[in-house]
């Protein structure tokens, strides 16, 4: 049994609904169910009845319920007294600008709930940006998506992600069940600017087939290249992360590209080279790396 699945269960309850209890702790719907689904088969038994207005305790999930809360109420105490108390102080910290967009928002929402005491400051923009704060030490450590290397910084893989080319779904290429990448790349592509990774992606994602797209649109963020494809308007290479909700609902279609499966792009934890990180940033860390 898993820390995860206990509080996808007690924050289904309080919240009355899965998909409230997952916007509580930062994930998706899609997490929570899997994680309630494992801990029914683990438990042997249904905890939660789901109906459309949301889910109700079955008997087997009141019993559950008291057991389940006091045990991640102790846990949060032991987590607290092995850090020597409660996460104080201030933080500061970087993120690559679609990280402070679509990841962190939540994150850093719950983080102010379960850490009053704590001031947190949150600068955003290029990944080579937020490595030279981390650098000049105006940061404690930084999120990025493309990764800086320079020899007084250490860094850290967290999680990766897709990179899928989208369309709307009224789009004529939505239609189809698999697109050569020659037509792909006349029918046009909403592009970030030249310094955002994203643009490296792209353009590398179409040199490696030995074409080049044609450019409708250049713009200085991720939201904005999103709403122009929603519009109807190209297609684009966006992370899961900012269209995860959209691809949810069908407003955008990721298409199959015919020997060319979806690029992936790598979040690091950036930090000065031989330093530990506070409480605070810990326990932050902690936070955005469940909201993935």
């Not at 916007?23 to 998706?28: E, I, N, R």
């Not at 910084?153 to 080319?165: H, I």
């Not at 308007?233 to 590209?257: F, H, K, Q, S, T």
Request: charged share 20%; with cysteine; proline share 4%.
């Amino acid at each position: 049994m898993e820390l995860a699945q206990v509080e996808a269960f007690v924050e289904s309850v309080r919240r009355g609904s899965i998909t409230r209890g997952a916007a509580a702790l930062g994930v998706t719907q899609p997490t929570v169910s899997a994680r309630l689904h494992s801990l029914e088969s683990e438990l042997g038994a249904q905890l939660l009845a789901r109906g459309r207005r949301g889910v109700t305790l079955t008997q087997a999930g009141r019993r559950f319920l008291p057991r389940a809360t006091a045990a991640l109420e102790a846990l949060r105490r032991g987590a607290s007294d092995a850090r020597g108390g409660d996460a104080r102080g201030t933080l500061s910290v970087g993120l690559a600008s679609d990280l402070a967009l679509y990841l962190a928002p939540a994150a850093l929402a719950r983080f102010a709930r379960r850490h009053p005491d704590v001031e947190v400051s949150v600068r955003s923009g290029h990944s080579r940006f937020v490595a030279d704060l981390v650098r000049s030490e105006e940061i404690e450590l930084g999120l990025i998506s493309q990764l800086v290397a320079l020899p007084d910084l250490a860094t850290r893989a967290l999680f990766s992600e897709a990179v899928p080319v989208v369309v709307a779904r009224g789009h004529r290429l939505a239609r189809k069940g698999s697109v050569a990448i020659g037509l792909l790349a006349a029918e046009g592509l909403v592009v970030r600017d030249p310094a955002a990774f994203l643009r490296t992606l792209a353009t590398g994602f179409f040199a490696a087939a030995g074409t080049a797209p044609r450019i409708l649109m250049e713009l200085d963020n991720t939201e904005a290249c999103k709403r122009v494809v929603l519009a109807g308007i190209g297609a684009a290479l966006l992370p899961e992360m900012a269209i995860r909700a959209e691809l949810g609902r069908g407003d955008l279609v990721a298409l199959r590209i015919e020997g060319h499966p979806a690029p992936k792009r790598t979040i690091h934890l950036l930090q000065r080279q031989g330093a530990e990180l506070s409480a605070p940033a810990t326990a932050l860390l902690r936070l955005l790396s469940r909201a993935t």
